[in-house]
């Protein structure tokens, strides 16, 4: 049973940074893509960030290039969302998925992701 789950959220003061952690269980990574999503009140969930696993290519969105970094750790069937100069809009459940794809480049839209985490809260406020 494939799972994901997310930490490192918190309470973070404007103009912050926070590392968040998602760890998969119940698989291999090398042939899945991760992303980073999150999810305001009323509003859409968001794609932020993927990559690719076994290649660790990367796609982010365009809005979030410059502070946002993705990485991973195959050993630690880990990955790792960093973002810094955070703002109080940045406030969200943030979430981590997967996908099986032999595709290059990883999608940021929610269409491929089949699995999902629970979640974690990160609220940005002084």
């Known amino acids: 049973q494939l799972q994901l789950g997310e930490s490192g959220g918190g309470l973070v003061q404007p103009g912050g940074s926070l590392r968040l952690s998602c760890a998969a269980s119940?698989?291999?990574?090398?042939?899945?893509?991760i992303g980073w999503f999150r999810q305001a009140p009323g509003k859409e969930r968001e794609g932020i960030s993927c990559?690719?696993?076994?290649?660790?290519?990367?796609n982010t969105a365009e809005s979030l290039k410059d502070r946002v970094t993705i990485s991973r750790d195959n050993a630690k069937n880990t990955v790792y969302l960093e973002m810094n100069s955070l703002k109080p809009e940045d406030t969200a459940v943030y979430y981590c998925?997967?996908?099986?794809?032999?595709?290059?480049?990883?999608?940021?839209?929610?269409?491929?992701?089949?699995?999902w985490g629970q979640g974690t809260q990160v609220t940005v406020s002084s």
């Open positions: 998925a997967a996908y099986h794809t032999n595709i290059p480049l990883c999608s940021i839209s929610r269409r491929p992701y089949i699995y």
């Open positions: 990559i690719r696993l076994n290649s660790g290519s990367t």
């Open positions: 119940g698989f291999t990574l090398d042939m899945y893509a």
